[in-house]
């Protein structure tokens, strides 16, 4: 009978071997809550990431466009595809291209280009724009990220 005593006395002394339910189902709870307050913070940022992203690589096309300029007596390239051959120069000898491959926006989609610039009155550079989250080109209109107008 002692010995039995024993046993009881371990079972109602503290001795646990896991969590309740009710333990479990609060973590759930108060880790729902505060995702419920972090993941739309996150995706706001992800959202301006992808515009910043891609305003970096609309000017890093701008540059090369720049670039092409220079080595081709200060005229823009009338098509992406002039821009990534790279020609003659005036004394005969191969240029080398301004762009490896058409770059492309945070979307994974590629950067539109038009020169002479239709887009803006300042058309003394080419236009370069994005088709923006929606994928579709909108001429620089709607969700379009441009190099022409301040967004």
């Known amino acids: 009978m002692k010995r039995r005593s024993k046993i009881n006395n371990r079972i109602t002394s503290g001795f646990r071997r896991g969590f309740t339910l009710t333990e479990v189902l609060l973590v759930l709870a108060i880790l729902g809550v505060i995702a419920a307050m972090?993941?739309?913070?996150?995706?706001?940022?992800?959202?301006?990431?992808?515009?910043?992203?891609?305003?970096?690589?609309?000017?890093?096309?701008?540059?090369?466009?720049?670039?092409?300029?220079?080595?081709?007596?200060?005229?823009?390239?009338?098509?992406?595809?002039?821009?990534?051959?790279?020609?003659?120069?005036?004394?005969?000898?191969?240029?080398?291209?301004?762009?490896?491959?058409?770059?492309?926006?945070?979307?994974?989609?590629?950067?539109?280009?038009?020169?002479?610039?239709?887009?803006a009155s300042n058309a003394d550079r080419p236009a370069i724009w994005s088709s923006g989250a929606n994928k579709q080109n909108e001429d620089g209109a709607g969700d379009d990220i441009n190099n022409w107008s301040e967004q």
Do not use: C
């Open 38 to 119: 972090v993941i739309p913070n996150l995706i706001g940022q992800q959202k301006v990431a992808m515009v910043r992203q891609t305003k970096v690589n609309i000017n890093g096309f701008e540059q090369a466009a720049k670039q092409y300029a220079a080595t081709h007596e200060g005229e823009f390239a009338r098509d992406i595809n002039s821009m990534m051959s790279g020609g003659q120069g005036p004394d005969g000898k191969p240029l080398a291209a301004a762009l490896e491959k058409i770059p492309k926006d945070a979307w994974n989609q590629p950067l539109n280009y038009e020169y002479p610039n239709s887009k």
